[in-house]
């Protein structure tokens, strides 16, 4: 299995609901270091995964929906709570629907796996792992 | 899946038998950087993996059995190397132990796997992946 | 000249004003990874330049003040910008407060410089240095 | 399951074929941080996953075939594009002759699966991960 | 003092004349990671060093010459050996001509030092640092 | 002013007296991944600070006699700390001898200055900065 992987970042405010958040019950913010891993069985006839600089693109513009906001402003999360964990999956979400519709090309129609990595700090991160 | 990973760190002695390990063989010692990821199929009603501060918590209180210590002198270890990829299956238990026992709370009893990475250096570390 | 160097990690809200700011003029946050650096010239009577225990704790105290909160709220910083290199220079002010207050110890009182790095994402961070 | 990671670095050149290259077209070049991860259900007798002097050695050994070299130039890539995923999985190729003509000794016999990493910067990475 | 650091890279090929050189005597590449750090002793008006945004803008903008090129087909290096250090002191001139040419803006103009790092691997990095 | 730094790292074990130590005071060890930079004020003909090459050989040949061993047996440290800050300076006046005794080369011989910094861990490091 071949697997390729684009960084990116995102700079949010939120805040959580239940007494199990403690001090995150309060607005405050986080920095995520995007990871999106895309996987395939086999290269391209290119010899590639996926064309790496279109991945970074569309990495770029799925996160501008999430970059330098409040995400508790942001109805589609109403009644969640926008944890790392969360956050991963909805990020998922965007690419996936983003590779169904084509914007990661021919190639990207080829990928049969993606993993999507939050990094929150330097001791703490959290993943998403589906099929595509 | 899902998964979520904190990262602590150890620093202990130990030596090993055998001549495979050359000048292993002698007293000497590691700082072992901890990571452990923590799956689960689907978030919790808090849209959590596990409460991560919990998961500190636990992880901090696994490793003082070992932390500052000289592990040759650790009867639990007698007859065994305790090398990197030992020690990881180590932390793997009792972190799996510490799960079963309701310390990681109702969450924690989501969990299907865990993984648990020891960094011995830059340019090494090794890894034990379960099933709980 | 002796230096050592303990980290630590901060999550706030905030927002900038001036046109420069662009998008983050909106409110967002960010993860700061707090780097300390003490140094010394000359190494203490144990063979340290600063309780290492002592520091860590200190400076977890320190950004408690910030850690979890919304920096626009806060009134010590009203008509500021709350930006990386800003919130740089404050850590570095309050751990100098902390220090000439005899917080880190007899140890603390012969550092003779601190510099306070600031790392906001994999690509960016900030960093005030000065005399104590 | 257990796995065990060493890390070391090749400094390559090369070109690639073909539109979706764009300035990659052109003769460039790359540091690949390399990282080889070898895994197997148990430790062997003394401990170990494998002997990790072996493998660090072995390593060094293979990629010395592509490091301080013009990829374009050897004959091995005649028609290929030597991109990070394609090199990975030659790595991936050369690692696994290695341990099958038994020079990761004896221990190196019961591995069971091999993944090959190959980092080109900071913000892009690609694998190759299969059984043995 | 106050500083910023940006970071990016660029990918190159190139040679070096010389016995010193061993096999890099050869045709080979690497990856530069790019670490800009701006130095001013006092924040400007909206409590910045200089425009992040535009900093790494310019950035991007100074190392496109080198990018995805062999550096020895460019005359301006003829007879030199593009090595590590000497790449990082040829970045931070022209950084710091587009600083002189106002392309950092009116804040730019209040920095006083910078510093150029290319890390060419995880285990080897080479600075230049000056005035402004 | 240039700099160039090599990463190697060494393994050992070692134990504190005084009670400001806390449980540091029994056995135990730690990774030290050890920096050494390197600066000097000028390139040499070859476009240099130092031959790379020659430096990772001699940092490796001046930390085998400390890794792989426990510091507490070494009579060079008898009554003294062997803290990782004083490591720092201990490595450094090895290299800085070794650089005396010209077996860094001619190069060598025009370096002005060299800093050392350990890791102990991925939240403390410490550094011995000095002239040569």
Chains 1, 2, 3, 4, 5, 6 share one sequence.
Not at 5 to 26: L, Y
Not at 30 to 57: M, N, Q, W
Request: glycine share 10%; charged share 20%.
């Amino acid at each position: 299995m071949f697997s390729l992987t684009v960084r990116d970042h995102m700079m949010i405010a939120h805040s959580f609901n239940g007494e199990i958040f403690g001090p995150a019950q309060d607005l405050h913010g986080a920095t995520y270091v995007v990871d999106v891993t895309f996987e395939r069985e086999a290269l391209d006839g290119d010899d590639l995964i996926v064309d790496i600089g279109l991945a970074s693109k569309v990495l770029s513009e799925v996160i501008a929906e999430f970059n330098m906001k409040n995400l508790d402003d942001l109805e589609v999360f109403a009644g969640r709570n926008t944890t790392t964990e969360f956050m991963a999956a909805t990020v998922f979400d965007r690419m996936a629907a983003a590779i169904h519709q084509g914007r990661l090309g021919e190639t990207g129609k080829g990928l049969c796996a993606m993993k999507v990595t939050l990094g929150e700090s330097h001791i703490a991160w959290a993943s998403y792992h589906g099929n595509l």
